[in-house]
């Protein structure tokens, strides 16, 4: 009701001061009633304003939190639709992506052979940069027993380009995908690398449950 | 001057100027590739390239395909197939069996509460049908003749084969194969690492490990992880082995664990299917390249932007089967379709591999 009248006002100031000169021409002796709102009713019925929308923005993001579970949202990198463009490594605001790298242990073949930490091409299964298929050399190779292998991230080295996954992929179990880390992002409400992104694979989830990871199927 | 004359009016300049902003919108709309970049765009340092590897040369091919006498599946997701003594043809997937006659018409359907992974076809329509831990005995109308014993809490059978009144079962998360009796009773397991029989294991990093049997009574094993195939009598001796090369040369086999499957012609020839790079390759008894049977080009590419989305974890490598009559079958998942390739050439020439 109050901003309802407060236009209203403002209206008929507006209408008043329009309205004025040709009084103004025609009687100039006598005293015309000024009904243009002070400087200090528009700054009252400017901070009306302010808080009627205000509390209307409240409302709204209540009402958008308890759909979204009672939390807020975080960007998230769909690892089935991610196509390992290489935008999560250029287009992230910070410096280094925050999109990194990450391994479902539990779906890993622990090969000698890995097709996420060796170049297809590679001619010896060492651990030798022309061998490795990670331009920073982020994936980790540790022997386990016999031909079982342990692959492990290192984050501060993973720029998160996608390669790795790509070769998990292509022959492996694709135990390798890519997360944004929420240590590391900074929840943009505009993710530049969601914007970016050819497969649509970013999409907003709730901050309580920000991943989402490979593995949950039976097959996997 | 025109316009005075009103040839020109202002409502033809307001159309033609928005004539030429529609064609405008057009051209710019015909000339942005829309669809996502099939290559990285952080340069050719980072792309992961296997155009060369998916190249095959015309002069190993000695199959055609027959591609009239494909047989769609009707699943969404196909695992296994199989031949019969009668000509038959059984694909397992989603939650049943489909059978197929010898001409590839539907002859019937099974339906299960579970998912079936693996089958073989004996004699008198006996179907064995493998699940994730146990095999079920079905005849061909879908009656269940017997329910095995669980093979274990890690259990994941991914082949069967059938050797005279024996069963041989794959089980990849025991990495052995179990050897059964017609009735179901364990005899022993097959591939256990044992030093004094030198027997190194099988390496097995995901669940694709198959199993064969020959007509000279030897059963046929993958070794996914060592790249190779180990031949065993049915008590489980090792009688050797052939492959163990791990490239993308076309005679050997690709990616951390291949061949992903594996079958046996008449004449002891073998057949192998590998996933990642789709090859299916014949050799000979003793692991000789004679030639491709189809080649990556011949398959839907394994990364289409979006289609994991679609396909989750389904597994989308190839199966393999030989006819009676030497054809090969090959289950091809993301077509769903059984697809018939037929022998043309003995052997490709010795100067193509």
């Not at chain 2, 939650?95 to 197929?100: E, K, Q, T, Y």
């Not at chain 2, 390496?203 to 199993?211: G, K, N, R, T």
Request: with cysteine; glycine share 12%; net charge negative.
């Amino acid at each position: 009701m109050r901003s309802l009248r407060l236009a209203g006002r403002l209206h008929a100031g507006a209408s008043a001061g329009s309205a004025r000169r040709p009084q103004e021409t025609h009687t100039m002796t006598e005293p015309v009633p000024d009904n243009s709102p002070t400087r200090r009713d528009i700054l009252r019925g400017g901070l009306r304003g302010a808080c009627g929308i205000a509390l209307t923005g409240l409302a709204a993001t209540l009402l958008g939190s308890k759909r979204a579970g009672g939390g807020s949202l975080v960007w998230q990198l769909d690892p089935y639709k991610c196509i390992q463009c290489g935008n999560c490594a250029t287009h992230c605001v910070l410096g280094v992506s925050a999109v990194k790298c990450v391994h479902n242990y539990r779906m890993c073949g622990y090969c000698d052979f890995c097709t996420g930490y060796f170049e297809p091409q590679a001619t010896e299964l060492d651990t030798g940069a022309e061998n490795q298929l990670c331009p920073t050399g982020a994936l980790i190779r540790r022997k386990i027993e016999d031909e079982r292998f342990e692959y492990t991230v290192d984050e501060d080295r993973c720029v998160g380009c996608g390669r790795c996954v790509k070769g998990c992929n292509a022959f492996g179990n694709g135990s390798l995908f890519l997360q944004v880390r929420h240590d590391l992002c900074l929840n943009c409400n505009e993710c530049s690398i969601a914007a970016a992104c050819p497969a649509d694979a970013f999409r907003r989830v709730p901050a309580h449950s920000p991943y989402l990871l490979k593995g949950a199927g039976e097959d996997e | 001057m025109f316009h005075e004359s009103g040839l020109i009016t202002k409502e033809l300049l307001v159309a033609v100027a928005m004539l030429c902003a529609a064609a405008g919108v057009v051209v710019v709309a015909l000339s942005v590739d829309f669809s996502p970049p099939e290559k990285s765009t952080l340069g050719e340092d980072y792309e992961y390239d296997l155009s060369d590897a998916s190249e095959i040369d015309p002069a190993l091919l000695i199959c055609v395909e027959r591609p009239q006498r494909a047989i769609p599946t009707g699943l969404m997701v196909s695992r296994a197939v199989a031949s019969g003594p009668d000509g038959q043809v059984c694909v397992a997937g989603d939650r049943s069996v489909r059978i197929f006659s010898a001409k590839g018409e539907p002859a019937g359907r099974l339906e299960f509460d579970d998912q079936p992974r693996c089958l073989a076809v004996g004699a008198g329509g006996v179907l064995y049908v493998g699940f994730r831990d146990h095999v079920r005995v079905m005849d061909l109308a879908g009656a269940e003749r017997a329910r095995w014993a669980n093979a274990g809490e890690k259990a994941m059978l991914t082949s069967i084969a059938l050797l005279g009144d024996e069963i041989f079962v794959a089980d990849a998360g025991g990495r052995a194969v179990l050897r059964y009796s017609a009735e179901g009773e364990l005899r022993g397991k097959i591939g256990l690492k044992d030093k004094t029989r030198g027997v190194e294991g099988f390496v097995v990093p995901s669940p694709y490990f198959d199993v064969v049997a020959g007509a000279d009574g030897l059963v046929r094993v993958v070794n996914p992880g060592r790249h190779r195939v180990e031949i065993y009598t049915p008590d489980g001796e090792p009688r050797g082995w052939w492959g163990g090369r791990r490239s993308l040369r076309i005679a050997d086999f690709c990616g951390c664990c291949n061949p992903s499957a594996l079958a046996i012609t008449p004449d002891g020839e073998y057949v192998t299917a590998e996933k990642g790079l789709f090859r299916v390759k014949i050799y000979d008894g003793d692991g000789e390249m004679l030639g491709v049977v189809a080649g990556p080009g011949s398959f839907l590419p394994e990364v289409v932007a979006g289609a994991e989305a679609q396909l989750g974890a389904a597994p989308t490598a190839l199966d393999l089967t030989v006819t009676r009559d030497g054809e090969i079958l090959i289950l091809d998942p993301r077509a769903a379709e059984v697809r018939v390739f037929e022998r043309v050439r003995e052997r490709a020439d010795a100067s193509s591999s």
